[in-house]
């Protein structure tokens, strides 16, 4: 995929993507008329710019321009409402248009006047999706064509001269953050027997390798030395050992400058049958999504080492499958943790929060950082309290929620904040263990989740607590089934970038 910006059209026989936005059109209207030969009156007959409306027209006066293609935008906007009509204009295009395409944004399209957006996010928008668009599910099949999966091989963005400074720089970034997001889509999107504890952690030490970070994987002997029992316990149905990955980075040329610390766990669990406290079959079918938040964090620390930020991010993911097995934990069984306390495991299928509970407390011990973060497909409470809008945040810092809540609504990929009241902790209060991993009843369920996991975190000042189980993986018009999404990735990185250290 080439993208390059240009002041003006090349004289090769082309086709064009012009966005409209609903507001002041008649300029770019008559502009279009004008070398289109179709008359404005006829144009705004049949396209009124509502968002993602499309109109095919074959310009008659010139030889320059072989397609216009209106894209409608709308009134208004944001972010993710740009992204997402320019991803669905070329998911939908995918088999139907040329290969190199150009994209006009100033001599006949009139987006800039479009509300509440900016330069900035038309350019990412524009980037982003051109990308996403070749990402293929389909992958394992047979009968796949080489060259729909290029689709579009170039993007000429038309642009002016002084505006190609800023978008060759938001380019270079919206590159870095979708590629990010990409790899965490495929990752989330293979299948359990594709991609289990061990091939996870090679795809990390993989991206480490390519871009510079430095990528630890701790096997089962090392995570028995290091005591992390809580992930042991869940790992001992599976056939396969448990990983315990720890990816860091830090920038070069800033060694002695104190820099922010910042720590992000994320589950990894490659597939999900409950345990012994088994899922039924309609539960457990997207089970493999279970390892979105452990994808998510490998995705933010490639994009934060390539972009690299002033900032030591290490990011750690705990991984292994929750299966069945004689072996296998026990509802009742009391295990050990990292922590040093001990669990009463009530339900199996609450094993995100036990693996989350061990990476959780060896960072914290290790690394000691300002700010402390997990991401996590934790539970289907989230998802009965938020639906598929946002991801369910906790903390204890609420600049740390503000910020997230803030940049989330911003960039498109919302968060909304719940309490962890101190009263959800008794809901946990084992007579056999330090803690019970469930309550035993489904109230506030998110919630308890959340304050189990807070229990792990050496009473971190500031911790934040990302339930992603609706957002990591569903349904959208760029599947027939539920698929990764990628949330997250650019919540992350731009909640990075505007870390204040203090
Ligand atoms: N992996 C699930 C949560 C989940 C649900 C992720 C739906 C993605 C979509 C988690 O391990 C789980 O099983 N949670 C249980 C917790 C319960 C047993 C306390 C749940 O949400 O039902
Ligand atoms: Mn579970
Ligand atoms: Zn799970």
Redesign the pocket.
């Known amino acids: 995929m080439n993208i390059q910006f240009l002041t003006s059209f090349s004289d090769k026989t082309q086709t064009v993507i012009i966005p409209i936005s609903k507001s002041e059109t008649s300029d770019a209207l008559q502009k279009i008329a004008e070398v289109s030969g179709v008359s404005e009156g006829l144009i705004t007959q049949d396209f009124e710019a509502e968002t993602k409306q499309t109109l095919m027209l074959y310009p008659q006066n010139t030889t320059t321009f072989e397609r216009f293609i209106l894209l409608g935008f709308g009134e208004k906007s944001n972010a993710k409402t740009i992204r997402d009509t320019f991803r669905s204009f070329f998911f939908q295009n995918k088999e139907k248009l040329p290969n190199s395409l150009s994209l006009d944004l100033c001599q006949f399209s009139n987006l800039s006047n479009l509300k509440n957006s900016s330069f900035v996010e038309i350019i990412d928008g524009a980037i982003s999706a051109s990308i996403l668009a070749g990402y293929d599910l389909g992958q394992l099949k047979n009968d796949r064509k080489e060259d729909e999966l290029k689709f579009p091989s170039e993007l000429n963005v038309i642009i002016s001269e002084d505006q190609i400074q800023e978008a060759e720089k938001v380019k270079l970034e919206s590159e870095i953050v979708t590629q990010a997001q990409l790899r965490v889509m495929e990752l989330v999107d293979l299948p359990a027997n594709k991609i289990d504890a061990q091939t996870l952690a090679k795809s990390a030490q993989k991206s480490g390798k390519k871009y510079g970070y430095k990528v630890t994987v701790l096997q089962k002997e090392e995570i028995e030395k290091n005591a992390l029992h809580a992930l042991l316990a869940v790992n001992q149905g599976s056939q396969v050992p448990p990983t315990f990955t720890i990816t860091e980075y830090k920038p070069e040329s800033l060694d002695n400058t104190k820099i922010p610390v910042v720590g992000l766990v994320g589950k990894g669990?490659t597939y999900?049958t409950?345990g012994l406290?088994m899922?039924p079959s309609e539960?457990m079918y997207?089970?493999k999504?279970?390892m979105?938040g452990g994808a998510t964090v490998f995705g933010i620390v490639e994009a934060v080492a390539r972009l690299k930020l002033p900032i030591h991010l290490i990011g750690i993911v705990p991984a292994t499958d929750?299966n069945v097995d004689a072996r296998s934990v026990r509802p009742g069984d009391i295990i050990d943790s990292h922590a040093g306390l001990t669990i009463e495991v009530v339900?199996t299928?609450?094993?995100?929060r036990l693996i989350l509970a061990d990476g959780l407390s060896y960072l914290s011990k290790n690394y000691n950082p300002d700010v402390l973060i997990d991401i996590a497909?934790?539970?289907?409470?989230s998802?009965v309290s938020l639906g598929y809008e946002a991801g369910l945040l906790c903390s204890n810092n609420q600049e740390t929620a503000q910020m997230l809540m803030q940049l989330g609504e911003q960039i498109g990929e919302k968060v909304w904040q719940m309490p962890i009241w101190d009263s959800y902790r008794k809901a946990l209060n084992s007579d056999l263990a330090d803690i019970k991993?469930?309550p035993g009843v489904?109230a506030a369920?998110a919630l308890t989740?959340a304050k189990f996991i807070q229990t792990f975190t050496n009473k971190h000042p500031k911790w934040a607590h990302l339930d992603i189980?609706?957002m990591?993986?569903g349904d959208s018009e760029f599947a027939k089934g539920k698929s990764a999404t990628g949330y997250g990735v650019r919540l992350f990185v731009e909640y990075l970038k505007n870390l204040k250290f203090s």
């Open positions: 669990i999900d409950g406290s899922k539960g997207h089970m999504c279970d979105g929750n339900n299928d609450a094993e995100g497909t934790l539970t289907g409470a998802i991993n469930y489904p369920g989740a189980a609706g990591a993986f």
